[in-house]
T-cell receptor, first 112, second 111 residues
């Protein structure tokens, strides 16, 4: 079956702009979570969605938001981009029925 | 919160050598995953291993939950094994859970 699909793979944005990233989970998985990876902070949890509801949020400012649609696809949005938002953004899906998490290929965001 | 520590931070091997990567965690866990991050950034699931031993080809993993550690064994390493290896444990937060990652072991396999 198809894996987790993230688009786009690469993005370059200017400071102050906003960006939207997309994640399509494995078919049948209703949980989608997002992580930010930077060289300094490692992999950090952003938020988790299940059945269109945000159930869990990490310690990130309100500029980071997300949503989930009825087909379980999720988007995350970062507004008023800062240079420090440059990172690899990874999403993962899970069925919570054993097997753990499966990650997508990530979106590499560069803010200039 | 739980601390997840991986060692060594860096490892350089010649092709064909064996290696052991370690993951220590500071609290009890009910499962654990090992991932390999390839040069393009994707986290590839290697093992979902709450306890015991699992093997997949040249790779195997053992988790001893009572001792709070997990080991990843790589035998007859190949250049394609290069990358960063992460262990991660799920922690309950709010109404669900999140993964807490170690800082990773960067493996370089030279031909």
């Amino acid at each position: 079956k198809a894996g987790v699909t993230q688009t786009p793979r690469y993005l370059i944005k200017t400071r102050g702009q906003q960006v939207t990233l997309s994640c399509s989970p494995i078919s049948g998985h209703r949980s989608v979570s997002w992580y930010q990876q930077t060289p300094g902070q490692g992999l950090q949890f952003l938020f988790e969605y299940f059945s269109e509801t945000q159930r869990n949020k990490g310690n990130f400012p309100g500029r980071f938001s997300g949503r989930q649609f009825s087909n379980s696809r999720s988007e995350m949005n970062v507004s008023t981009l800062e240079l420090g938002d440059s990172a690899l953004y990874l999403c993962a899906s899970s069925s919570f029925s054993g097997g753990g998490y499966t990650f997508g290929s990530g979106t590499r965001l560069t803010v200039v | 919160g739980i601390q997840v520590e991986q060692s060594p931070p860096d490892l350089i091997l010649q092709e064909g050598a064996n290696s052991t990567l370690r993951c220590n965690f500071s609290d009890s866990v009910n499962n654990l995953q090992w991932f390999h991050q390839n040069p393009w950034g994707q986290l590839i699931n290697l093992f979902y291993i709450p306890s015991g031993t699992k093997q997949n080809g040249r790779l195997s993993a053992t988790t001893v939950a009572t001792e709070r550690y997990s080991l990843l064994y790589i035998s007859s390493s190949q250049t394609t094994d290069s990358g960063v290896y992460f262990c991660a444990v799920p922690r309950a937060q709010g109404g669900s859970e999140k993964l807490v990652f170690g800082k990773g072991t960067k493996l370089t396999v030279n031909p």
